[in-house]
């Protein structure tokens, strides 16, 4: 079952050289403020590095608090007239949005690639689902239903109102850069508010180029971007006393340092952070499927994925024969640098830290006994690239299983009975996705409403879909992406009592 390190180095497919994007491709390097780039107040800049081989790609301003002041100015001032109109313009606006991000799906996905190192597979993905979340939410606002109006105290008729909640502060991860700006940014405006948005410093090119594209299509202050670092940028939005709310996908850290930031002005906290997925395999679970399905959600983005199915808890009486399947998929990814060809499968992780902090937890895995059925290091050479590992020999509670790993590693627990496995699943202090592996029907509408999970597949994983809301439980956060509950999360509803009797 072992595979050495070196038969996955020989696959590492690497380019010819040529640049994914061109400088040209690149929007201005300032931030996006009231309609137009403005340079940065602090005049220093942020390195952006190319994760294939490590080297300088671009570089973006060092965003300021001031900076971050003069966005929200101009998301205050364009809040009343955005927010006064009606569903049908907002949604014309977001359909015309839809249509310039599909005309140049091919330079974002290119652009993606390049500042993320994700295989073009991953980034066109990216792309269409964006294109598709903005064409839904306009789709969305048009048809918002709610408590119908009526009496209900004698003489009195009641009507509920759906109104924006203002200026929306969002921050956005380094995984899905353009994607999980879209989730945000969509519903956002879709509900009649404006925004200020700061992108992860390490992967801010796709945000200042959708920016840019769209710079015609929205009112000055409607869409407002700071680049910089968390601390100064997103504190800087969390405490601002103008922002109505804060929406954050990112890490268990991050959030809570959001929501620390954000409690003095009691503005609301909207987070998606991270996830350890478990995948329950069953004993009468068809094992071939359920490793060719991990193949993708198991390692889909290189494994930077939160809903990742990472750790999996099988029957002890099929584990062997399910690591063989899984195994057997891992063998045949195809790993390299995106300019390699469509065939490239997985890419590098994004950042050298990142990279440091992913094979951290292989060594210390290794060290505590755990085995690499396949993977498990470093590929040497050039860039951020880990060789898709399978971990077995996992006993219950290793760090390894318990904490969110974020890279292409896949864990395997055993367990005996039901019982232990909705225990062992449930353990972890995270709450976002869960898949069950079973041929049994009624095991399968049962256990759903056992694990504690926002989100739980059966006989799948990792299949979303616009019109169903993606959000977790416990650590993974609070509030919805996606569906119609994200238009109730940006909006406010109030209530309006007229005394009628004559």
């Known amino acids: 079952m072992a595979q050495s390190v070196s038969s996955i180095q020989a696959r590492i497919r690497r380019g010819d050289g040529s640049p994914l994007v061109t400088a040209g491709d690149l929007a201005p390097s300032e931030h996006f403020v009231d309609g137009g780039f403005r340079p940065g107040k602090s005049g220093r800049t942020m390195d952006v590095v190319n994760p294939c081989d490590g080297t300088l790609f671009a570089q973006v301003p060092e965003g300021t608090a001031e900076d971050v002041d003069l966005a929200v100015a101009a998301a205050v001032a364009a809040k009343a007239t955005w927010g006064r109109t009606v569903p049908k313009e907002r ?83 380094w995984n899905y850069p353009l994607l999980m700006a879209v989730w945000k940014i969509a519903p956002i405006l879709a509900a009649g508010n404006t925004c200020v948005l700061k992108p992860s410093e390490q992967t801010p090119l796709t945000t200042l180029k959708f920016a840019e594209l769209v710079a015609d299509l929205l009112p ?43 409690s003095d002005t009691l503005k609301r906290v909207h987070l998606e952070l991270g996830g350890k997925a478990p995948v329950i395999v069953f004993e009468d679970a068809d094992l071939a499927a359920a490793a060719e399905s991990l193949r993708v959600a198991g390692y889909w983005n290189s494994g930077q994925e939160c809903g990742a199915g990472c750790r999996v808890l099988v029957h002890e009486s099929v584990a062997e024969e399910f690591v063989g399947h899984l195994v057997g998929q891992v063998e045949t990814f195809v790993v390299g640098e995106p300019t390699a060809g469509d065939e490239v499968e997985i890419g590098p992780l994004v950042s050298r830290a990142h990279f440091e902090r992913v094979t951290g937890y292989l060594e210390r895995a290794r060290a505590a006994g755990v085995r690499a059925a396949v993977g498990g290091t470093r590929i040497e ?83 979303l879909a616009n019109e169903m809301p993606w959000a977790g439980f416990k650590g993974s956060g609070y509030g919805r992406d996606l569906s119609v509950y994200a238009l109730d999360d940006y909006s406010r509803t109030k209530h309006v009592m007229h005394h009628h009797a004559r």
């Open 91 to 173: 949604s014309e606006v977001l359909h015309r949005i839809a249509d310039r991000v599909e005309e140049h799906a091919e330079a974002l996905a290119r652009l993606e690639s390049a500042n993320t190192g994700k295989p073009l597979m991953v980034s066109r993905d990216d792309v269409a689902q964006s294109v598709d979340t903005f064409r839904f939410m306009a789709g969305a606002c048009r048809a918002l239903t709610t408590a119908a109006s009526g009496d209900y105290a004698p003489d009195h008729l009641s009507v509920i109102r759906r109104e924006p909640l203002g200026v929306v502060g969002i921050v956005t991860p």
């Open 220 to 262: 000055a202050g409607v869409f407002n971007v700071v680049t910089g670092d968390g601390p100064t940028v997103g504190g800087r939005l969390a405490e601002h006393p103008d922002i109505d709310m804060i929406a954050l996908t990112g890490s268990v850290g991050s959030g809570r340092a959001v929501a620390r930031a954000a």
């Open 381 to 463: 050479g050039p860039g951020f690239f880990v060789a898709p590992t399978v971990l077995v020999d996992v006993p219950e509670g290793a760090e390894c299983a318990r904490e969110e790993i974020f890279g292409p590693v896949v864990t395997v627990e055993t367990f005996g009975d039901e019982a232990a496995a909705v225990s062992r699943a449930n353990s972890t202090p995270y709450g976002l996705s869960a898949s069950v592996w079973t041929e049994n029907s009624r095991r399968g509408l049962d256990l759903p409403d056992r694990l504690d999970f926002g989100t739980v597949w059966v006989n799948a994983h990792l299949v």
